[in-house]
Structure formats: C-alpha cells, structure tokens
C-alpha cells in the first residue's frame, strides 16, 4: 500500500521568512514519482515539481526548493523569502508504479504568511 | 477551453437525492481520474479512465457511487441517494497518456458537492 504523510497540519510564519514542508511516504515499489501540488482558496491543485523515485538531485526554481533523500523517504518542499501570496494548502502525492495510475495525496499542510 | 472544466462549481442536494457532476478534459487526453476531497483533507482517488474504458474503480466508496465516460471524452460522475458523508469537493484530472507510462495530472477546478 501507498501512504503519504505530511506532519505539520498548519504552519504560519511572516513574510520574508524560510519555510520547510515536510514529507514523507511509503510505497514499496521501487520506481515511483513524487509530487508537489499548491492549492490556494480557488481550490483548483497547481502542479510545482515531479520527482522520480530513481533521480534524488535536490532542484531549485527561483524562491522554491525541493529536497528529496530516498534514504529517510522524505520529499521535502523549502520556500525561500516567503510572501503572502504563497499562502494556500500544499500536498505532496506519491505515484507508485505498479500501483495503478492514481496519485496518493497527503492530508496537507496548511500555509499562511502574514504580512 | 485550455483546461480542465467541471460543472457545477456548486451543488446543493436533500439527502436521497440523486446528483450528477461532469469533466470536460483537456481536448485529447486519454486519461481521465475522479478524486474525492473532504474538508481539510487530501483528495482521495475514486476511479480512472483510459478512453471509455473504466480501468479502475476500487476508489468508489459504495455502489451509490458510478461513472462514465462513453464516448471517451466528457465523464460523468453520478451518486445516488445521496448522503451527508457526500458532501465533499470531487475533483476530476486528466492526462495525455495511459498506464503505465507516467503522464502529468491537470486537474479541473472541482465541484462542491452538500448534501443537506
């Protein structure tokens, strides 16, 4: 079975801070995709990165971070120099291959950043 | 449209109702996903298409629960004798491809669905 955990239910912090969102799953396929989805008040999921389970290269993308370490089962998600407009809930969603085509969310973590 | 669509945004229903929920894909995705997201929750996977062809449907919760997809593009998701635990946003995806290649998940917008 498939199983993605995220931790923090709710983080708040002041704009211009560091913010890490924690990960972390379970599957027992060994390959896999790891994503990160961003889902403001409008409701509709925003895909940010997708992650094979056979490529661990830390990637960057401009205040946006994503640290992924095959050895801890962690995918975790670091936004640099928070704003306000990074306030939404984040999901991380785990795809095991030979699990069916069906991404496995977690429960979310709730982001806000206050001016 | 460029994206995904769902319709309606909003739906009320009195428990025993019938409701039916529509996705519009993206123009010539194979793939097609229904998702189900309780408040304050992740979105859980109901069922999957690849064309007209229902490939998975071990995410539906019970047999008040169905969907289509006929003609393999708009899908229709139908709950009968709706209940209050219905009530939730149902979230449809779709993507290019088809198992078991990975193809990205574009998902609509949802419809929120109460059940009174």
């Known amino acids: 079975a498939q199983k993605v955990t995220q931790a923090q239910t709710e983080i708040s912090v002041v704009e211009k801070e560091d913010v890490t969102l924690d990960c972390v799953y379970e599957t027992r396929d060994t390959t896999y995709y790891l994503f990160w989805y961003k889902q403001p008040p409008s409701g509709e999921l925003v895909f940010l990165i997708r992650r094979n389970s056979f490529d661990e290269q830390n990637e960057i993308s401009g205040r946006y971070s994503w640290n992924f370490q095959k050895s801890t089962s962690s995918f975790n998600f670091t936004i640099t120099a928070s704003q306000v407009v990074d306030s939404a809930v984040y999901f991380c969603a785990l795809r095991a291959n030979n699990a069916g085509n069906m991404l496995t969310f977690g429960g979310g973590t709730r982001l806000m950043v206050k001016p | 449209g460029a994206g995904v669509s769902q319709s309606p945004r909003y739906k009320v229903a009195k428990r025993g109702q019938d409701v039916a929920l529509r996705c519009d894909p993206i123009s010539g995705h194979v793939s097609l996903f229904w998702y189900q997201q309780a408040l304050g929750q992740g979105p859980e996977f109901l069922t999957y298409f690849q064309n007209e062809a229902q490939l998975d449907k071990s995410g539906l919760p019970s047999d008040r629960f169905f969907a289509e997809r006929p003609e393999g593009s708009v899908s229709t998701l139908k709950i009968q004798r709706t209940q209050q635990e219905d009530s939730a946003v149902y979230l449809c995806?779709?993507?290019?491809?088809?198992?078991?290649?990975?193809?990205?998940?574009?998902f609509g917008p949802g419809t929120r669905l109460t059940v009174l």
């Open positions: 995806a779709s993507s290019l491809g088809s198992y078991p290649s990975y193809n990205e998940q574009f």
